[in-house]
């Protein structure tokens, strides 16, 4: 198991970045649970054409950490491990499924430095899997102005992607690597006591091999081919939000919009509604939903003709579809409760359910438990 392995990596950067007056401030362990179901042309466990089942379990426990090192350095430490069945690429071989069980690691620490109206923050953290190794950093400039009614904010994140070329007959043909590079815009702005509005931009470039190499696409006359994308890929993401309070009903509304468009033509509408509502002082509740719609990319197809040297996907997350998701969050304030054994505390469960229209759904389960000092 990686987890050992990560935990050490998280305390060797507290070590490093954290003297000896340096505090915790805050402490969270998550646990999630992942249950998907579905088809999807891409997958051989099923009919030589497919579809194949999309079918996976993951469970997810996440460690968080927040240190103030002193007036003005605070770190954030996340760890995440996913334990993922029934999806290892060592189970491409369909016969002996040797491994149908992957774990995955990922820490990710955020530094930042906090000077009067503005912060500067500094990002980084490495991933590991059985087939994929992942490091990224970045930084995010904040300046707040206006009295704090107005706030801008500029990030970017690199990241590169190093794994193991196994093709769909399980073959590894050497290594290959992806380069992600990412810059975000935002801006918030205060309305009024009760409301907040808030946009941004984001746009990503990514390169080298950028589709899955254990992937196929059925053929005309019922074999398979590889999975072939263009060398680059462009996305764009424009974002909104509105939130208002309702103090009279202790209520919150948020409405958000989100468009994105690619070069590979595929777009993008994303729609949510989440309404919080306080029950007491120490109990709230979230609900919420999320309607999406995209075109699918346009070399998406469930049969083409051998021989093709193009760019051929059948992905099912690539294909045209309209998702919806709903959602119900319990958040327990215990350092407003009735408990005195719970001051300082929180507890939040939720539940989600994803459904879309080709043929997919999650139900996710999460549980959190977490203490500021």
């Given amino acids: 198991m990686r987890l ?24 969270e362990m998550r646990g999630a649970f992942f249950d998907q179901n579905g088809h999807g042309y891409q ?37 995440t491990v996913d334990i993922v069945s029934n ?3 060592d189970a491409i ?68 992607d190093f794994f193991d070329h196994v093709d769909r007959h399980g073959s590894q043909l050497g290594e ?11 801006v918030s702005q205060i309305l009024s006591p009760t409301t907040v509005v808030d946009a941004s931009y984001g746009f990503t470039l990514q390169t ?14 019922g074999d398979r081919g590889d999975e072939v994308f263009a060398g680059r890929r462009f996305r764009h993401a424009f974002a909104g939000r509105i939130a208002q309070h309702i103090p009279d009903t202790r209520s919150t509304l948020k409405l958000s919009y989100r468009y994105y468009v690619d070069n590979y033509d595929l777009t993008a ?36 003709e051998p021989g093709l040297m193009q760019p051929e996907t059948s992905d099912s997350d ?22 005195e054994g719970l001051k300082r505390s929180f507890i939040e469960a939720s539940f989600y359910h994803y459904w879309r229209t080709n043929d997919l759904q999650v139900n996710w389960l999460a549980i959190a438990f977490g203490r500021k000092f």
């Fill in 208 to 221: 080298g091999t950028l589709q899955t190499t254990y992937n196929s696409v059925p053929l005309v006359g």
């Fill in 176 to 186: 290959e690597g992806r380069q992600t590079l990412n810059a975000n815009l935002s």
């Fill in 43 to 79: 997958s051989v466990a099923g009919p030589p054409q497919g579809p194949g089942s999309e079918h996976a379990l993951i469970f997810e426990p996440l460690f968080h950490l927040l240190i103030k090192q002193n007036e003005s350095w605070t770190h954030v430490i996340d760890v």
């Fill in 87 to 89: 999806a290892s690429i």
């Fill in 93 to 160: 071989d369909a016969v002996s499924t040797a491994s149908e069980v992957n774990e995955a690691a990922t820490i990710d620490v955020t530094s930042a430095h906090h000077g009067g109206d503005t912060t500067l923050a500094i990002r980084y953290g490495a991933h590991i899997e059985e087939p994929l190794r992942s490091v990224f950093a970045g930084g995010a400039v904040t300046q707040r102005l206006a009295d704090d009614n107005f706030a801008i904010s500029l990030s970017g994140l690199a990241t590169f």
């Fill in 269 to 304: 509408h994303t729609v949510e509604g989440q309404l919080y509502q306080y029950l007491v002082d120490w109990l709230y509740v979230r609900g919420s939903y999320r309607y999406h719609w995209q075109s699918g990319v346009d070399f998406y197809g469930t049969a083409f």
């Fill in 318 to 339: 690539l294909a045209p579809f309209t998702a919806h998701e709903v959602g119900l969050k319990l958040v327990l304030l215990a350092e407003r409760s009735p408990w």
């Fill in 4 to 27: 050992p392995l990560a935990l050490a990596g998280a305390a060797v950067l507290l070590a490093l970045s954290s003297p000896a007056h340096a505090q915790v401030e805050e402490m």
